[in-house]
Nanobody
C-alpha cells in the first residue's frame, strides 16, 4: 500500500513558476513509476508527466514539454513537478499517481493522491 500526498500548489501569475511535491509513504516507493495528472474545471483528467522508478526515463504531454520537469528522490520518497512559464490554461488540480509501469493511462494507476490546486492568473 502506498499513500500519496501532494503539496506546493497555489496562486501564481502567468509566466511564473511553482514546484509541486508528492510525498509517498511505504518502503516500496522506488519500485513504482510516478505520474502527474491534472484536471481543469469541467474537463477530463489528463496526463502531464511520468518518470520511471529509477528516474532514467521520463515522458511529457506535448502541452507542457519544455516548461515542466518531473524528477524524483527515492531516498526521500518524493516526486516533484517543476512548472515554469505557467499559463492560465495550466490552472487545474494536479494529482500524482503510482504505477507498475511508465504509462500515460489514468486507468492503469495503482494509487492516487488527493490533489493540489494550481491557479495561474493573467
Amino acid at each position: 500500500q502506498v499513500q500519496l500526498v501532494e503539496s506546493g500548489g497555489g496562486l501564481v501569475q502567468a509566466g511564473g513558476s511553482l514546484r509541486l511535491s508528492c510525498a509517498a509513504s511505504g518502503r516500496t516507493f522506488s519500485s513504482y513509476a510516478m505520474v502527474w495528472f491534472r484536471q481543469a474545471p469541467g474537463k477530463e483528467r489528463e496526463f502531464v508527466a511520468a518518470i520511471s522508478w529509477s528516474g532514467g526515463s521520463t515522458d511529457y504531454a506535448d502541452v507542457v514539454k519544455g516548461r515542466f520537469t518531473i524528477s524524483r528522490d527515492n531516498a526521500k520518497n518524493t516526486v516533484y513537478l517543476q512548472m515554469n512559464s505557467l499559463k492560465p490554461e495550466d490552472t487545474a488540480v494536479y494529482y500524482c499517481a503510482a504505477s507498475d509501469i511508465l504509462s500515460r493511462a489514468a486507468y492503469g494507476m495503482l494509487y492516487w493522491g488527493k490533489g493540489t490546486l494550481v491557479t495561474v492568473s493573467l
